[in-house]
């Protein structure tokens, strides 16, 4: 593998592109009009541009890329994540053409993608799930009955649902009909498919997610949890390695259970399998994501493993180097996504220019970053600018350095999430581990995180 062509922009762009250059890869960075002049485009071998700013005229034109990749002699595309990082036609189309795509197989990325594939696949493996239907459903009578049966509160969700678009919680059985509607309405406009399917809702429940990675030889391991609970819109926003609350017993169970997850769909690459956790300490699967995640760094740092770079060996058809004794959980890592959103505004994208970007430096801190200072922040797609990662010895030393390296990120010209992370790092729920996703409706307003600002 001597080129490699790099799907994406922004901070993952480069974050692929930095392991690439180590290995001696050479790399591709793909651009739309907006992009003209990211950071990504600077740090990459060769660019080309594929499009108009709208990702519908550029990142997502899976055509285009592999075009430009065959007459680049590009041997692999690297997706990142978003964009046709879960796209199965892309994966195929990639393999078609002879291309290596560095993620799984498009029939892994077609089983896991559908919810309800998916936990079709992983039954014969007795992996606890959550009550609920098997099946997609349309009809609103037969689908109230189910919910009945089950026991409110219940969630309705998008088949082909992600980021929480096609969610809604049902408390009761009254708000039943108008609920399932908006659910079917929002799922048809985001994802052109309106086919839901009803589950318990788990009340305060933590989000704890197992990394995997499988070769091409059967070798599958796990490189522990991640703990995922603090959320707005269901959407991670602040992350870390390993959860407090996790036993090394409910570990290895848990560890075991996502191996299994990814030998039902002969996974191959690096998968993230996602289990809610309740408050008694149940867990139950909820989805595999077919893919390298933004929070990966976490695991990297606890762990001391480079996941891009075990994506592009097993990639490379290599066997994988380590082995599930090897790994030892080292330390403690806390990411914080960086947005250009206003927390003062329901974390609403604030658009504008980076008249001061400054990035914290020191010892076991880290910033996956994508822009610089000056520049504007585009519009048409996700507003992560980066992610800020601080390590430490114990989870204590992760949480003081964070608050150290916000405090030392100096953004002047948009709003960002920054002052959110200080009002999660400072909080006695989260401090004590006694937090679930739950975190941001019941501590969390703007009157709260003023009041914090003005201390």
Known sequence: MKKILIANRGEIGIRVMRTAKKMGIKTV???????????????????????????????????????????????????????????????????????????????????????????????????????GTDEAITDITEAKAMAKSIGFPILIKASAGGGGKGMRIVEKESDFESQMNRAISEAISAFGDGSVFIEKYVTSPRHIEIQVMADSHGNVIHLFERECSIQRRHQKVVEEAPSSVLTPELREIMGDAAIKVAKSCDYLGAGTVEFLLDGDHNFYFLEMNTRLQVEHPVTELITGTDLVE????????????????????????????????????DFLPSVGNLEVYQLPVGENIRVDNGFEEGMD???????????????????????????????????????????????????????????????????????????????
């Open 310 to 345: 075990l994506q592009i060996r097993v990639a490379r058809g290599e066997v994988l180097s380590i082995k599930q004794e090897d790994l030892k959980i080292k330390g403690h890592a806390l990411e914080l996504r960086v947005y250009a959103e206003d927390p003062l505004n």
């Open 29 to 131: 960075a793909v651009y739309s009009a907006a992009d003209r002049n990211a950071p990504h485009v600077k740090y990459a071998d060769e660019a080309v541009l594929i499009g108009e700013a709208p990702s519908s005229q550029s990142y997502l034109r899976g055509d285009y890329i592999i075009e430009c990749a065959k007459r680049l002699n590009v041997d692999a595309i690297h997706p990142g994540y978003g964009f046709l990082s879960e796209n199965a036609d892309f994966a195929e189309a990639c393999e078609k053409n002879n291309i290596i795509f560095i993620g799984p197989k498009s029939k892994a990325i077609k089983i896991m993608g559908s919810k309800l594939a998916a936990k079709d696949a992983v039954k014969a493996y007795n992996i606890p799930m959550v009550p």
């Open 377 to 455: 922040i585009p519009i048409y797609y996700d507003p992560m600018l980066s992610k800020l990662i601080t390590y430490g010895k114990t989870r204590d030393e992760a949480i003081q350095l964070m608050l150290k390296a916000i405090n030392s990120y100096l953004v002047e010209g948009i709003q960002t999430t920054l002052p959110f992370g200080t009002f999660v790092c400072e909080h006695e729920a989260f401090r004590t581990g006694n937090f679930n996703t739950h975190f941001v409706k019941k501590y969390y307003s703007p009157e709260a995180l003023k009041i914090k600002q003005e201390e």
